[in-house]
């Protein structure tokens, strides 16, 4: 219909920014990274050749899996707590879960870097109770890396859940230890799988997340946590080498993409299921 | 029994003491530290000044990128939420598959990681002379922010009944004036907040910006990034301070301004 | 009629391979109660939305006081049309929606408040003006939007299912009170209903529509006593069908299976029908059957269904067809039927139609 139509017209500024500031310079990069210094994929064959790339890739997996895990394992709890507690404490932890996550990721880190660093407050409260003499590497290593990601990333582990919880009716629970099931039986064989799905939508937007992350690893880890962002960034800030890190680059993005299409897939299963 | 409820009730009770510690202890320590009398970071801290707020306006480097940043985010996140809310609304209207293809274009900046975008802006912007610029800063801020505009505003419109459309022309209303004295007042609510949220999140950006910016043209995370990888002063914790204040404040009147608008007609 | 007010010629709306609505031809004379009935997805509504100008015809025209209405887009129709659930404003107040048609026309503030505050007096609502729509019940919604679709003095008036959302009784003092309304304001009204009952109490004249198409015009009364098709017969009340094929027939009268009967739309022998006849129209005995009967059927009393002033006897003929039979209360004490004992049937000829079967 002619007035339903002319709505279209709306989308033409918003298409015509996207299309031209971002679809095109992505195109820009995937055809660098095939076309520089010669046309081929001498890039990627470097990238999944060289031993140095080869560990920052594994680095990338292993802390966005190592961020999965632990947003899983300190997810669950919370989001079980927030179900089943009082409306005031269920606030408090809904405030304490988002705020970080609308807290500039500077000064999170900023934060972490004070508390943490050899001259930051805990090594300060230990030396000075005597526990220690020398002060403890708490940041620029794996740990700081870790802690700083999980506190970003944990509202998208324990939305999903809370969602997928707080529609679990406790009765489940209780017939099943009525008939019989010791808690922790009940626990795996009829809780735990009602909030599945809560988690592996969680366990995925995490892992997707974290695969890019930037400024956290780059503020509180050390130089044995390089992931593939922070790489993109250093190929091309110091060395201006683009063709690698626009391979790079390629490479993130098909990788987060194949996990979405992979999500998608097993949402539609779902859904068709039910 | 297993355990007692009393001892559930006690872990869970220490659980929550645990998260909340972890989630905003940091935070309340910048905080606390921004007001500290002492020359370097400690705490407590041994009494209260407002120094570093007075190192912070009176440090032109501080002062500048400070106007910088709003001088970027202000115009990125009105015209971010103009053509994000424009989009949301014809998005809205079509049936097509077309409109989920499309739909899935305008939310990749928001989908893809960050640092792809940023290469990729950084690249084609510096052969088009956008590199350092503001309106280089201004487009690629917009480019971020627009997904959450339109995503906001599209959640919106799903729930807005759109027979209100219908009866308003049906009243006499072309149909301008429908949209201005029906649509427009309905989603106005989440058209603010997206807004906010723009604002919020072209502060607080920092990945596009390291890669656009030049030491003359610099929002003030840029220079909070080098200073942080230099050493941690203070002063950081006051600007530290004033961001996350920002974003509080830009929560608390999205808050206020939905409980408004739950009480008044419409939602 | 002379001149009709809203004139639908061959109008139809397909989608892709479907059709909405087929060939529809109808003249509304001005100040009639037109209902459209029909069950859902029959084109009823699609028919009715045309006309409002939300949905545009595939074929066919409408016309309103002689001048074709198609052109015209939906806000200078100057129809007014009560939503099916009401479609209110919700941000603005009872008299900024009441209002808000005068407001689109340019009506001083002045006339405004005046020409409002009689339509709110008009639907009972005087003193409700400050009230947010969610502040008040189903039924003063379906006021509100009646008074907003009437504010404006519309000359047609379009209602889609206004009562659908209300329960029974309220329905029914609203089906009056729009009544009411109808006749002190002299309007043209286009009604859509899928509620037969409430489409034989409000009007004029019923359209049925199936499956895109209207089957049948006319006043409830001829559509009850002479359904012209078996959809029209089974949609609305209860009826009885014996199917068979027409025997005889003089073009005005025929015979299925040996009983007589009225042929309501041309059929030739040989052609498969039903004869209709309504369960009131039948006399039930336990012995012989009265004699001025002109048909005559027996079988044996399956069931007796007790409905306060009347009684449904449900009697099965020996090849297994069930018919119904209803009876006054003092009527059905004297025939005194039980279950599983034999009964006569009888029915007069002019009672009973001849329909195509399809």
């Known amino acids: 219909m002619s007035m339903r139509d002319r709505y279209i017209w709306l989308l033409i500024p918003a298409v015509a920014l996207i299309g031209v500031c971002f679809i095109y310079p992505v195109s820009w990069l995937l055809q660098r990274s095939v076309s520089e210094p010669v046309w081929g994929l001498q890039n990627y064959l470097t990238i999944f050749s060289k031993s140095i790339y080869l560990g920052v890739l594994w680095n990338t997996v292993a802390i966005a899996g190592a961020t999965t895990i632990l947003c899983a394992l300190i997810g669950f709890p919370v989001a079980y707590s927030m179900v089943h507690s009082r409306a005031w404490i269920r606030k408090l932890l809904i405030f304490s879960v988002l705020i970080p996550f609308w807290t500039s990721i500077l000064v999170r880190s900023f934060a972490w870097l004070v508390i943490l660093q050899r001259g930051g407050i805990i090594n300060d409260v230990l030396i000075g109770v005597g526990m220690i003499a020398e002060p403890l590497d708490l940041v620029y290593n794996r740990f700081g890396v870790l802690l700083g990601m999980v506190q970003v990333l944990l509202p998208f582990m324990v939305f999903p859940l809370f969602s997928v919880m707080a529609r679990i009716d406790d009765s489940y629970f209780r017939a099943a230890t009525n008939l019989g099931a010791n808690p922790i039986r009940a626990f795996y064989r009829v809780y735990l799988p009602l909030c599945l799905p809560g988690l592996v939508t969680g366990a995925m937007l995490v892992f997707i997340i974290a695969l890019g992350y930037f400024i956290t690893p780059a503020l509180l880890g050390g130089r044995g946590d390089i992931m593939i962002a922070q790489l993109i960034f250093e190929r091309i800030d110091e060395f201006g080498d683009w063709p690698l890190a626009s391979a790079l680059a390629i490479v993130l993005l098909v990788g987060t993409g194949l996990l979405f299409l992979i999500i998608n897939a097993v949402f539609k299963l779902r859904a068709g299921r039910i | ?267 | 009629m002379l001149d009709p007010l809203l004139k639908l010629s061959s109008l139809g709306k397909s989608y892709g391979l479907v059709d909405a609505a087929k060939d529809v031809n109808l003249d509304v004379a001005a100040g009639e109660f037109v209902t459209f009935l029909g069950p859902s997805g029959s084109g009823k509504t699609t028919t009715l939305m045309m006309v409002a100008g939300f949905t545009d015809p595939s074929e066919g025209s409408i016309q309103m006081d002689g001048k074709p209405l198609d052109p015209v887009p939906v806000w200078k129709r100057d129809i007014g049309m009560v939503f099916q659930h009401y479609a209110l404003f919700p941000h603005m107040t009872v008299a900024q929606n009441v209002a808000f048609p005068l407001e689109m026309r340019g009506v001083s503030k002045a006339d405004r408040r005046v020409k409002m505050e009689e339509a709110l007096a008009m639907v009972g609502l005087a003193g409700f003006d400050a009230r947010l729509p969610k502040e008040l019940s189903g039924g003063q919604q379906q006021r509100v939007a009646l008074a907003r679709a009437m504010v404006f003095r519309p000359r047609l008036l379009l209602m889609d299912e206004p009562l659908g959302a209300l329960d029974k009784k309220l329905r029914e003092h609203m089906q009056l009170e729009i009544m009411h309304l109808h006749k002190n304001m002299g309007t043209t009204v286009l009604y859509v209903t899928h509620d037969q009952e409430e489409a034989l109490v409000m009007s004029d004249r019923i359209a049925v529509f199936n499956n895109g198409r209207i089957e049948q015009i006319g006043t409830p009364r001829a559509l009850y006593e002479s359904p012209q098709t078996k959809f029209v017969a089974d949609f609305i009340g209860e009826t009885n069908f014996i199917a068979g094929q027409v025997e005889v027939t003089d073009g005005s009268s025929g015979q299925v299976r040996g009983l007589k009967g009225q042929i309501g739309a041309e059929l030739s022998p040989g052609a498969s029908a039903v004869l209709a006849f309504r369960p009131e129209r039948l006399r039930v005995a336990n012995g012989e059957a009265s004699a001025d009967v002109d048909n005559r059927l027996t079988g044996t009393v399956k069931e007796l269904i007790y409905l306060g002033q009347s009684r449904k006897a449900i009697v099965a003929l020996e090849d297994g067809t069930e018919l119904a039979a209803l009876e006054q209360a003092a009527q059905a004490e004297v025939t005194a039927l039980e279950i599983g004992s034999p009964a006569t049937l009888g029915f007069r000829a002019r009672d009973a139609r001849i329909l195509a079967d399809v």
Request: glycine share 6%; hydrophobic share 55%.
């Open chain 2, 1 to 267: 029994m297993f355990f007692s409820a009393k001892f559930w009730g006690g872990l869970r009770g220490i659980i929550n003491s645990l998260l909340v510690i972890y989630m905003l202890a940091p935070l309340v320590i910048v905080l606390v530290i921004s007001f500290s009398s002492a020359l370097f970071l400690s705490f407590p801290p041994p009494g209260l000044s407002l120094q570093w707020y007075d190192k912070m306006f009176s440090n032109p480097t501080w002062t500048r990128t400070l106007i910088t940043s709003v001088q970027i985010l202000v115009p990125a996140a009105i015209l971010a939420t103009v053509l994000g809310t424009a989009a949301a609304l014809a998005l809205s209207r079509m049936e097509s598959r077309w409109a989920l293809f499309i739909r899935g274009v305008l939310m990749a900046p928001l989908i893809i990681p960050v640092i792809i975008t940023a290469a990729a802006i950084f690249g084609v912007f510096r052969i088009w002379g956008l590199y350092g610029t503001l309106y280089g800063l201004i487009i690629a801020h917009v480019i971020l922010t627009l997904p959450y505009v339109m995503s906001t505003v599209s959640a919106n419109l799903a729930v807005f009944d759109r027979r209100l459309e219908d009866a308003a022309a049906n009243c006499g209303a072309p149909p301008w004036a429908t949209f201005r004295r029906i649509t427009l007042p309905l989603i106005s609510p989440s058209v603010m907040s997206g807004m906010l949220f723009a604002m919020v999140i072209s502060f607080d950006e920092l990945v596009v910006s390291l890669f656009l910016s030049t030491p003359k043209i610099r929002p003030v995370t840029v220079q909070m990034w080098s200073n942080i990888r230099g050493d941690t002063d203070p002063t950081i914790a006051a600007i530290a301070t004033m961001l996350f204040l920002f974003s509080l404040l830009a929560l608390l009147i999205d808050g206020i301004a939905r409980r408004r608008s739950g009480r008044a007609p419409g939602f």
